[in-house]
Structure formats: structure tokens, C-alpha cells
């Protein structure tokens, strides 16, 4: 008897950043972070396990190609130690199909979305349905697809250990939807360091990060305030100085490691021009040059229009908020 | 009887940074730095000061053109109440006639030389001839003006009053002579702000600021110790994470500061490829894109061709230590 399911999720935006680990293996974060999760109509992964009947090595197949994923198969063996004992079926063989929507190349975090839709798969096989333990086990993937499996404004909470760290729901989608994130993709020229590399290095080397740690706690309170009371003023002020805080622990890092580039600063710049006579939209910047730009429906074509008008933004991609992650079938 | 006299004076490059003061109109720093005076047949200033015998309006001229300087105006205000006392003839006109061998367009600053050149000619006029004072005057011009008026490498004490602020030399051009300062001109390509804006934002704004004058207060002994003992790899490991850590701390100002661009980060890559052997040379960067690459005689044409290898790079100025400023008529 085959147990097969698929899901989908979609990435989230971090308005409090996640970047640094207290458990690099178990994916426990230095420090709570606070997230959009976006519209799954828009951006998604896809994704179906199958626990099957017989024994044997386990087959991944991405976007119809098999692969051999080292963050799959180390999510595997994190999954199986977890939850053997319980589901003694994990000891079969586990085929997984997993498909984006958005090209790889844009430079948007695809383990978030994918993790999260393999958590989601896993625990319909399994039959796990708290939403908690389904962020646990997409969080042994990827920290911060902990935070996908919920929609509306989800907070990560770091916690200590592989128990008490999950994410849960702030509020969902309809206490506020009409936030837009407006992603600006920049053309990449400058080499790349990845999130789990360039974190570990930061975690190691950066004498500034205690000072950002200090700051997230006041800042995280500061936020869920903003997001309660929807002030989009504040949440707008809050997450750009999040995320220049955190790219500056990055060039603090040894060596020290750029994200954003020439266009990601006219970005900034624009923004801020934008913003003179009142706010009216937020920037905020992952592991990559992309700018996710964040304002009210109101301002949305405002927001557009500033964007395209920059040299190096090759593209734009429009999302709202989302529902969080969902079984299919 | 008119006083007339005229010095030049070199930029400095500091390797631990000043950005930030305690007290703006004085220029106290907030923290202690260290530079390398570079040398005055590269890149200089040169000044006239004539104190006349009669009274009126001041007069400055910069590169043969007369202006209406706010920093020379508020440097001879400054001057005026420290020493009117002790001299005053200062009462009386004072006509300054500047000029740079270096087009200001390099983006090399020029107010270190400037004021420190500008100094030493007002305290020959004035028989003033203890170098602590002349750092003292220079300072009231422009901070990082403090450090030139000695050769070699130099510290400027921070202090806390504008008696206990002024620099010192470390050691003399004759102990270390073998270093070289090669500076690559980036062409710019976004708006600037000024060093006095942007260091008051940074001081106001950034709450990793005071994890950088911690971290300063120990890199200082670290540095001490490298050029006391002539140890290349050292300085050039403080000299390079104290640059990044001062451009962290005007990311995270409010609005966010960007001197560095696409350029200056691939200067920054090339630094740390070419030193994956062995330290071959160090970056600093000041408020601005261009590179300060510094390197001992044995690593100078490798560095020129590595430097001159990178597309955005439009000339090299290549500078040993220099002597100081000094007075010439």
C-alpha cells in the first residue's frame, strides 16, 4: 500500500531577517524572524513523496530531471531519525518530485518554498496534521521554510532546540491584504556565496553581530506591533533597516560578502526619493542582488513604475499575500 | 610687516578609520586612528597664508580661482579663538592661496592635505613650532588633517577636548620604508555624501556602532604592534576588516550610506584571490569607490597589473611614505 501526496507552497519574504545559526545541522536560528508568506498562486513549489512498499535507495526528481540533492537527502535522514520510531514505514524507500514555477535563475530562494511543500507532503503520507510539527520537519530542510507553512505574517520562533523551534501565524492574510511584494529582479554579476556558507561565516566572524542580535529582539517587538496595528509606516522603516543591518554584518563578515550590487543601491536610493514626502513603500534584500519591494495595493503601480524605471531591473514579479502551504492531492 | 609663508602637505591614508566625532565644530574623534602619510612629490597641497598688516574680509583662492570656502571660514574662526590672544596680529586680513598637484575629481581627499598644508604655513608665519599644536590646528580644519603633519606612520589620539586630541607618530617613514600605497581611481557613478554628513549620520543612526568602537579599542594594540614589528600580514588583515566594518556602519545608518560600488567590490575580490597564497596586499577605502591597495616594493607590479586587470579601474597613483608636511618658503 503506496501512501502518496503532493503539495504546494510558496517562498516567504523575511521582514525580520533570519541569518545565522545557533545548530547548523538542525537548523535552529540565532534569532526569531518575522515573515510574509506570498501568494501561491503566483510563486510556488510543487512537490509529491511517495513512502513506497518496498526497500531501496531513494529516488528525487527535480523539475522532471532525478537529481542528487545533498539538502534532500540530508532532510531525509534528519526526517527518519525524528519520526522512524513513530512511522516505522519511513524505513521504505521515498520517491520525491518536486517542481518550481519561477525559474531557478531569477535569484528567488526556492528551498523555502520547496522544504515547506515537502513537510507539508510528508505529514498528509504520515498523517501528521499540527501545523507546528509540519514546520518543525520543514524546517530541518531549510530554517526558513519554517515559515511557509502558514499564510498571512508568520513569526519563526528561534527557540533552543529541535522542540521549540517553529513558526507560527501572527495573523493571517486577512487582517491585512493589501500588502504587495513587488520583486525587482536584478541581473547577477558578481559571484555568489551560499545562504548556509555565507551565515556560517558571519555566525564565526562578524564582530558587529552581537550588536545586531541585541537590536533584533527590540526591533521584533517593534514589528509585531507595526503588523498588529497595521502600520505601514513603521513596518516599512522596520524592515529596510533590518535588512541593511543584516547586509552589513555580511560586509563585516571575513572575507567579507556583497549580496546586493550598483542596481540593488539605485534601488535603495529610489526608494528612499520615493519615500520623501511620506513612505510609501519598504525594501527589503535576501541572499541576492533581487530587491523585494514592499507597499499597499494603493501604491502598487506607484511602485511599478519606479522599479521599471531602473537600469538593471530586468523584471518584475507582483505577489500578494498567501494562504501557506497546502496538500493537492 | 607682512607674515607670509608657504608649506605643502600630503594626504594621509588611514588604516584604522575615524568616522564619527565626539564634538563636530572641534573635530574631536570618537575614536583613536592610524595612517600612512603619503608621499608629498606624488600627491600634495601646497598653501600660501599671508597675514597682512591691514584689516577686511579674508581672502582664499583655490587652484587660482577666488572662493567663498565654508571649512576655510570656519577654520579661521576657530583659529582665530585659540590663538588671537597669544598673536593679535590675527586680527588683521588674512589672504590663502591653495592648490592641489591632484585633480579633486579623483575622488582623493583633499582636505587632509589641504588643512594640514594650510596649518603648517600659518604656524611658520606665526613662530609656532611644536608639531602637536600644528596637528592641533590642522585638526580644526578637517580630523583626518591632524595625522599629515608627520611622516611615517602616525596615530591620532582622539582625546576628549580639543588640548588632548591631536596626533602622534608611531614610527618613522625610515622604519618601514618598503610600503607603498597604490590607489585605484573608480569612476563614480552614484551621488555622494559628504564625509561630515555622512559620519554625523552614521554616529546618530547605526546601532552597530558602539560594537565597532569597542572592536576598534582592540585593533588599535593589534595594529600598533604589527607595524612596530614590521608584520605585512597582520596590518593587512586589521586594514582590511577595519575598512569593511566602517562601510558596515554606514550601511546601517539611516538612510542607508553606499561609498563603496560594483567596482570597489571586485577590487575587494581580486585583494583576497591574490592573497589566497599568502598576504600579498590590503584594501582600505575611504568615502568614496576608490581603492587604497597597499603592498610591500617586492608585491608592487603584481598588484599594479592585478589592479589594472579589473574594468572600472581608470588609472593608478602609486605613493610610497611620505615625510610630513613642512614649510618651503
Known amino acids: 500500500m503506496t501512501r502518496k501526496s503532493t503539495a504546494i507552497s510558496a517562498p516567504n519574504i523575511a521582514l525580520l531577517k533570519y541569518w545565522g545559526k545557533k545548530d547548523d545541522l538542525l537548523k535552529i536560528a540565532l534569532n526569531d524572524s518575522i515573515s510574509i508568506t506570498l501568494d501561491e498562486n503566483v510563486l510556488r513549489s510543487k512537490t509529491t513523496i511517495e513512502i513506497l512498499d518496498s526497500f531501496g535507495a531513494d529516488e528525487i526528481g527535480l523539475n522532471g530531471k532525478k537529481v542528487n540533492d545533498e539538502k534532500i537527502n540530508e532532510w531525509l535522514m534528519l526526517v527518519r531519525k525524528?519520526?522512524?520510531?513513530?512511522?516505522?514505514?519511513?524505513?521504505?524507500?521515498?520517491?520525491?518530485?518536486?517542481?518550481?514555477?519561477?525559474?531557478?535563475?531569477?535569484?528567488?530562494?526556492?528551498?523555502?518554498?520547496?522544504?515547506?511543500?515537502?513537510?507539508?507532503?510528508?505529514?498528509?503520507?504520515?498523517?501528521?496534521?499540527?501545523?507546528?510539527?509540519?514546520?518543525?520537519?520543514?524546517?530541518?530542510?531549510?530554517?526558513?521554510?519554517?515559515?511557509?507553512?502558514?499564510?498571512?505574517?508568520?513569526?519563526?520562533?528561534?527557540?533552543?532546540?529541535?522542540?521549540?523551534?517553529?513558526?507560527?501565524?501572527?495573523?493571517?492574510?486577512?487582517?491585512?491584504?493589501?500588502?504587495?511584494?513587488?520583486?525587482?529582479?536584478?541581473?547577477?554579476?558578481?559571484?555568489?556565496?551560499?545562504?548556509?556558507?555565507?551565515m556560517e561565516k558571519t555566525v564565526r566572524s562578524s564582530r558587529l553581530m552581537h550588536c545586531r542580535l541585541a537590536e533584533i529582539k527590540k526591533r521584533r517587538v517593534r514589528m509585531l506591533r507595526a503588523i498588529g496595528k497595521r502600520d505601514f509606516d513603521s513596518l516599512a522603516i522596520e524592515m529596510m533597516r533590518d535588512s541593511n543591518q543584516m547586509h552589513a554584518t555580511m560586509l563585516d563578515s571575513w572575507p567579507p560578502i556583497f549580496y546586493m550590487n550598483d542596481v540593488s543601491r539605485e534601488i535603495v536610493y529610489s526608494v528612499h526619493e520615493t519615500n520623501l514626502n511620506g513612505i510609501v513603500a519598504g525594501y527589503t534584500f535576501d541572499a541576492g542582488p533581487n530587491a523585494h519591494v514592499i507597499c499597499q495595493k494603493k501604491n502598487l503601480e506607484k511602485v511599478k513604475g519606479m522599479l521599471l524605471g531602473i537600469k538593471g531591473v530586468s523584471r518584475l514579479i507582483v505577489s500578494g499575500v498567501g494562504n501557506g502551504s497546502k496538500v493537492v492531492k
Open 82 to 198: 525524528r519520526l522512524l520510531k513513530k512511522y516505522p514505514v519511513l524505513k521504505n524507500k521515498i520517491k520525491i518530485e518536486s517542481e518550481n514555477n519561477f525559474p531557478t535563475s531569477t535569484g528567488i530562494a526556492s528551498s523555502a518554498s520547496g522544504f515547506c511543500a515537502l513537510a507539508t507532503a510528508l505529514c498528509a503520507c504520515l498523517g501528521i496534521e499540527k501545523r507546528e510539527e509540519m514546520s518543525r520537519i520543514a524546517r530541518l530542510g531549510s530554517g526558513s521554510a519554517s515559515r511557509s507553512v502558514y499564510g498571512g505574517f508568520v513569526q519563526w520562533k528561534a527557540g533552543t532546540n529541535t522542540e521549540n523551534s517553529f513558526a507560527v501565524q501572527i495573523k493571517p492574510k486577512e487582517h491585512w491584504d493589501d500588502i504587495y511584494d513587488v520583486i525587482a529582479v536584478v541581473d547577477e554579476g558578481i559571484k555568489k556565496v551560499s545562504s548556509k556558507d555565507g
